[in-house]
């Protein structure tokens, strides 16, 4: 293990390259770049003996992937914001396909207007496509959660998204420790037991029209329909919430770092506001939970790591009974409310000691997200809840709306 | 923690200049060290700012540097378009590459002022690109021997480490020249 001062970009790129992925495939935006250049480069050196392969459009990056994965490859891709909406076709057949590639969605703003900087609209615009996904605090979360990533997909035959600001992590640079290749390798087998094979020798049809009714195939054993595909692959997706903190516990084992497995937490013990987000977010907001205690407010951080499968328990557990919880998001479902806040009211809803719950949204487009203006709205939601606000709208954090028109 | 923002040209170094001093800090000794990008548009010779962030321990604040300890200028025609000492902390420390004396460049304020002809001391060690002369590592020294924050030696180290072969030694030499030329002094505005 060695200590390095990198980007978050090259911490991806390091934990692609110490997970010996075989195939990589990728098409270059802003701010995800760097991750695939650096692969190149090593795949070029012959330092990475992997496929490079270059192409035209991130629909073809993914596809790419699809395919070497089909064929039992350990494959990686990466992308930003109108990169991943512009393979939205292919997310969605990679997970109903059940191919466990992993690929880094490195934050950015979705257009128009147009904008290169960081919010999380473009993840959470595909969350509901039957991927894992993990989102990352810092750098060194990263590395580790980039390899934990093809551990997790490979287990449960589930591609794995992981998640991490854009610029606020991936062109800032930090310590990093490195684990050692031999390190890596105890901790990550090659990929064995792959659900489905193309061989040379045994071709077959990849993909047929499947009905909605279960049928008899040509052997006459049944096959499910695709409403029963569906559900198997929820059945597995929903596997990540034992095998998230499973794949994490091992990591820690093999190079002594955990990052909690689904969720976590900071000064949350004896904490009556609770403080939740996913990202970046959640390493500033443990810098909040410590000013707004020193104020005398009970405050505590609960990062979101596995948004998708939701850690629906893990955070009903960790919120019964509290006051408060005031969630940031970094996006917005249009006409409703941020996505994170509203998964999190209806995981919480009805259960004994149900907090309340606010929303805020912050930062899009890239706008500065500052120590002072997190505090401040914990406390404008503190004064809310003792007027007695049940419900309340979303709240938009340093919104200039003299300039709106 | 300290605090630093650097503000040059697009294309002149200064993502490269913050990047070499939070790895100079990490190597003196400070276990928090932190380097980023302005977080916008850049286009080249267009005023453009980076920052770094030194601490004792792990760095959890990632918004822009606002109220900076540090202000360094990598180029003195920036100090008529840039505003560089907007929100610097009282008492802080400003750092103009300049071969004017800091008396001359009509900068006040409560900071403390150094100047340093470090495109002097690029130009004596040869690290010239395109005709030009390069400051993004020299100018570290320069930081170095004004603040008192890193060592010398580990500011050598970090250019080693960001640059290879021939041009890591002309920089290591730049910067030992800045570090010789600038005074740990400084002049109050």
């Known amino acids: 293990m060695t200590t390095r001062l990198m ?17 990589i495939a990728a098409y270059p935006i802003t701010p995800q770049s760097p991750v695939v250049e650096q692969l190149s480069r090593w795949v070029e050196e012959g ?52 191919l466990p590639i ?3 969605v490195v934050n950015r703003a979705m257009a128009a207007p147009w904008n290169v900087l960081n919010d999380q609209q473009d993840s959470m615009s595909v969350r509901d496509a039957g991927w894992v996904q993990l989102y990352c605090r810092d750098d060194q979360e990263i590395l580790d959660t980039t390899a934990q990533a093809f551990r997790v997909a490979e287990r449960i035959n589930v591609p794995v998204m992981v998640c991490y600001d854009g610029f606020l992590l991936s062109h800032t640079m930090m310590p990093v420790d490195v684990p050692s290749p031999a390190e890596v390798d105890a901790f990550l087998p090659p990929r064995t037991a792959p659900l489905q094979i193309v061989e040379v020798s045994d071709p077959r049809n990849v ?40 794949v994490d516990a091992e990591w820690s084992e093999a190079v002594g770092r955990s990052w909690g497995g689904l969720v976590g937490e900071y000064l949350l013990d004896d904490a009556e506001i609770v403080l939740v987000a996913a990202g970046s977010l959640v390493t500033q907001l443990t810098l909040v939970a410590e000013t707004l205690r020193a104020e005398g407010v009970r405050a505590g951080a609960l990062g979101i790591r596995c948004y ?22 970094k ?72 300039s709106m028109r | ?35 980023a990008p302005s977080f916008g548009a850049e286009r080249r010779g267009a005023p ?71 495109t002097g001391a690029a130009e004596a060690a040869g690290v010239i690109v395109g005709g030009q002369p390069i400051v993004s590592a020299a100018i570290v020294g320069a930081f170095a021997k004004a603040t008192g924050l890193v060592s010398l030696e580990s500011v050598k180290a970090a250019i080693g480490e960001a640059f290879s072969g021939s041009a890591a030694a002309k920089n290591v030499e730049a910067a030992r020249i800045a570090y010789e030329c600038t005074s740990c002094d400084g002049a109050a505005t």
């Open chain 1, 7 to 23: 980007t978050g970009n090259d911490a991806a790129a390091t934990a692609v390259k110490l997970a010996r992925a075989q195939v």
């Open chain 1, 47 to 98: 330092e990475l003996p992997a496929e490079f392969v270059a192409v035209e459009s991130e629909h073809s990056a993914l596809s790419v992937c699809i395919g070497a994965s089909t064929v039992g490859a350990r494959a990686f891709t990466a992308t930003s914001a109108n990169g991943l909406a512009y393979m939205t076709e292919q997310i969605w057949w990679a997970a109903g396909a059940r």
């Open chain 1, 102 to 104: 992993v690929m880094c």
């Open chain 1, 207 to 246: 993909g047929p029209v499947t009905p909605a009714d279960p049928r008899e195939d040509a052997d006459g054993a049944l096959q499910p329909g695709y409403m029963e595909l569906r559900a198997m692959h929820n059945a597995s997706l929903l596997q990540a919430l034992e095998v998230v903190p499973a």
């Open chain 1, 308 to 329: 998708r499968p939701f850690p629906a328990d893990a955070l009903r557990d960790r919120l019964a009974s509290r006051a408060l919880a005031l969630v940031y998001d």
């Open chain 1, 331 to 402: 996006a917005l479902s249009y006409g409703n409310e941020g996505p994170i806040c509203g998964d999190l009211k209806a995981a919480l809803y009805s259960m004994d000691g149900e907090p309340a719950v606010y929303g805020a949204i912050c930062g899009l487009g890239g706008r500065d997200v500052t120590l002072e203006h997190l505090a401040q709205a914990a406390r404008d939601a503190l004064s809310d809840l003792e007027a007695g606000v049940a419900h309340r709208a979303p709240v938009w954090i340093d919104l200039a709306e003299g």
């Open chain 2, 1 to 35: 923690m300290h605090e630093i923002r650097w503000h040059g040209r697009g294309g002149q170094g200064s993502v490269t200049s913050s990047k070499i001093l939070a790895e100079a800090a990490f190597r003196s000794g400070w276990c928090g060290a932190t380097a």
């Open chain 2, 48 to 118: 453009v700012t980076a920052s770094t962030r030194i601490a004792r321990e792990r760095i959890r604040v990632l918004s822009q540097v606002t109220a900076p300890d540090v202000v360094v200028v990598l180029d003195d025609s920036l100090l008529s378009v840039a505003n560089a000492e907007v929100g610097m902390k009282p008492g802080g420390t400003m750092i103009v590459n300049t071969t004017r004396p800091a008396s001359a460049l009509g900068l006040f304020g409560d900071f403390r002022l150094v100047a340093s002809d470090v």
